[in-house]
């Protein structure tokens, strides 16, 4: 199964010298593995000290809002983001608005947990999923990925100019990045029906997420991209 680091760094890694952004950035496990010339972390409470701070990173210790509310429009623009903070699709479709300006022309954005793992998983409400689950009487790993899952057919629909894919090995993480749509993409959806859609619609309209592995993942956005 490839590693959410492993998928990034996979972007990150056509830059000479690359600038990241991590939304969403927890315990580091993700953002410190990572090799970039500058990364910028966001999230409201990070779950380590500043001893972890490694040199050229930045940190913010605020909601992606407050971050993009005062971030400079003429800031350099960054290579990589990614977006994994609260996987609500309104929050996570408003950290996207915010990326896609922050994003250099030929720059990749990443966005996690678009493939819930089952019905629990993808209720847009957190308190619910936590009731419901313990209700449940279920074990293993309690995993909440909210409805971030709708984002993938608003992109589909919405931003034609974006080309997509979604890793078809791991718990579903999507690169976008401005570039030529090869399979049947539909224009043809409300967003009314997006924001309906549920659990059952990941499983039944699966080609929505066009489904693949990292590597040919990787050497479609690099053609897009760079020819
Ligand atoms: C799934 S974890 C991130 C995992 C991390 N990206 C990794 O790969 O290890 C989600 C994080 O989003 C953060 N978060 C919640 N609301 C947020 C917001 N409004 N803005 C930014 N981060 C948020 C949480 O504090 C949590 O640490």
Same mark, same amino acid.
């Given at each position: 199964?490839?590693?959410?680091?492993?998928?990034?760094?996979? $972007?990150?890694?056509?830059?000479?010298? #690359?600038?990241?952004?991590?939304?969403? =950035?927890?315990?580091? &496990?993700? /953002?410190? @593995? %990572?090799?970039?010339?500058?990364?910028?972390?966001?999230?409201?409470?990070?779950? $380590?000290?500043?001893?972890?701070?490694? #040199?050229?990173?930045?940190?913010?210790? =605020?909601?992606?809002? &407050?971050? /993009?509310? @005062? %971030?400079?429009?003429?800031?350099?623009?960054?290579?990589?983001?990614?977006?994994?903070?609260?996987?609500?699709?309104?929050?996570?479709?408003?950290?996207?608005?915010?990326?896609?300006?922050?994003?250099?022309?030929?720059?990749?954005?990443?966005?996690?947990?678009?493939?819930?793992?089952?019905?629990?998983?993808?209720?847009?409400?957190?308190?619910?999923?936590?009731?419901?689950?313990?209700?449940?009487?279920?074990?293993?790993?309690?995993?909440?990925?909210?409805?971030?899952?709708?984002?993938?057919?608003?992109?589909?629909?919405?931003?034609?100019?974006?080309?997509?894919?979604?890793?078809?090995?791991?718990?579903?993480?999507?690169?976008?990045?401005?570039?030529?749509?090869?399979?049947?993409?539909?224009?043809?959806?409300?967003?009314?029906?997006?924001?309906?859609?549920?659990?059952?619609?990941?499983?039944?309209?699966?080609?929505?997420?066009?489904?693949?592995?990292?590597?040919?993942?990787?050497?479609?956005?690099?053609?897009?991209?760079?020819?």
């Amino acid at each position: 199964m490839t590693t959410r680091a492993q998928f990034v760094q996979g $972007f990150l890694d056509f830059y000479n010298a #690359p600038r990241y952004l991590e939304v969403g =950035v927890n315990r580091g &496990a993700t /953002f410190h @593995a %990572l090799r970039a010339a500058q990364k910028v972390a966001v999230d409201p409470h990070f779950l $380590f000290g500043a001893a972890k701070h490694q #040199p050229g990173c930045s940190y913010h210790e =605020v909601p992606s809002d &407050a971050y /993009f509310a @005062a %971030l400079d429009r003429t800031a350099p623009p960054f290579d990589v983001i990614y977006l994994d903070g609260l996987h609500s699709f309104e929050q996570t479709l408003r950290d996207l608005m915010s990326a896609i300006l922050h994003l250099q022309p030929l720059g990749v954005i990443v966005i996690d947990d678009v493939i819930p793992s089952g019905y629990l998983a993808s209720l847009p409400d957190v308190a619910l999923f936590e009731r419901a689950w313990h209700a449940a009487g279920a074990t293993g790993d309690i995993s909440w990925m909210g409805d971030v899952f709708r984002l993938v057919f608003f992109i589909e629909s919405f931003l034609p100019d974006f080309a997509y894919a979604t890793l078809a090995d791991n718990h579903g993480q999507l690169a976008m990045w401005r570039g030529r749509r090869r399979a049947p993409f539909t224009l043809d959806r409300r967003v009314e029906d997006i924001t309906r859609l549920q659990y059952h619609d990941v499983l039944l309209q699966r080609s929505a997420f066009n489904l693949m592995g990292q590597a040919a993942i990787v050497a479609q956005a690099h053609s897009d991209l760079f020819g």
